[in-house]
């Protein structure tokens, strides 16, 4: 029988090259940098301009899907999953990076429905790295199949995770306490790509055995978490619960053993959920 959407993810696979073009194309200009909700969490009118890209060509062709963007959210629209066909969007994702022409940037596009993500796309565009998966059909870099690592030992693994943007000195010493935890295991190393989508495609990759962080958002890990199920991973709350993709929280590894191991060593601590937070629109 025919994928119902697989013209929807065809679309998601041209519109995010496309997005890719004009982000690389900006890595060559001037970008003038804004800030959200601290000194340090960036954002640039190409993360805008991009955004509103994505949305407009995926409203001319599915006039009656929803949308949930970073940075129409950051805009005040309301960050709300329904069980209608919801576009979860990161302009780029990495912005920092984007900022600083650190070449690590994506842009992720997640595709769900009845709140189950069915397709995911991540473009990193500097790497011009084409990851996708559709549910139940496997999980690709550039077409090619992905697998995660068969390494089940923790200390013999690569663990991903980032700092995220909240220089709060209690919540610093939360995320160094578990830093410091993992690095004792101890593991092989700890690195940090800068994006939670790329962090998580190197999980589906193989190149890395796990990532977690507390402080992501839905737009930064929707489409990566099917991309990561599909190459054999796994998904899981940093308190070893279900993963909860508006929690802002998260593990994602190639293997339930290695998941455990990190739960036990996480210092967890709870943020207010993404769609918990009312929309700043009157
Ligand atoms: O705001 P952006 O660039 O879309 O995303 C921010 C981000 O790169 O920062 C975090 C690193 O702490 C990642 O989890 C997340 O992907
Ligand atoms: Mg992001
Ligand atoms: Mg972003």
Redesign the pocket.
């Known amino acids: 029988m025919a994928d119902p959407w697989q013209n929807a993810m065809d679309h998601a696979v041209a519109v995010a090259r496309k997005a890719g073009e004009v982000v690389c194309d900006a890595l060559r200009g001037d970008r003038a940098v804004m800030t959200k909700s601290s000194v340090v969490d960036l954002v640039t009118q190409t993360?805008q301009k991009v955004e509103q890209l994505i949305i407009q060509s995926v409203k001319e062709k599915f006039p009656t899907h929803r949308f949930i963007g970073?940075e129409s959210v950051a805009a005040g629209e309301p960050c709300v999953l329904s069980d209608s066909p919801t576009w979860i969007i990161?302009?780029?994702?990495g912005?920092t990076n984007f900022v600083h022409a650190f070449p690590f940037v994506a842009i992720s596009i997640g595709f769900a429905i009845n709140k189950q993500v069915e397709f995911g796309v991540v473009f990193s565009c500097v790497e011009d790295k084409m990851f996708t998966a559709r549910r139940g059909k496997g999980a690709f870099c550039n077409g090619e199949p992905l697998q995660v690592s068969r390494q089940e030992a923790v200390e013999q693994a690569m663990v991903a995770t980032e700092f995220g943007s909240d220089r709060d000195a209690d919540v610093v010493d939360k995320i160094f306490q578990s830093l410091r935890n993992i690095l004792c295991l101890p593991v092989h190393g700890v690195r940090g790509a800068g994006s939670a989508a790329i962090n998580m495609c190197l999980v589906a990759s193989g190149c890395v055995e796990a990532y977690y962080e507390i402080g992501i958002h839905v737009?930064d890990v929707a489409a990566a978490s099917l991309i990561v199920s599909e190459a054999g991973g796994v998904l899981m709350d940093v308190d070893g619960g279900d993963v909860d993709l508006m929690s802002r929280r998260i593990i994602a590894a190639n293997s339930k053993t290695i998941t455990e191991r990190l739960v036990k060593a996480i210092v967890p601590f709870s943020l207010p959920r993404d769609d918990a937070t009312p929309p700043k629109k009157s």
């Open positions: 993360d970073e990161d302009p780029i994702d912005t737009w």
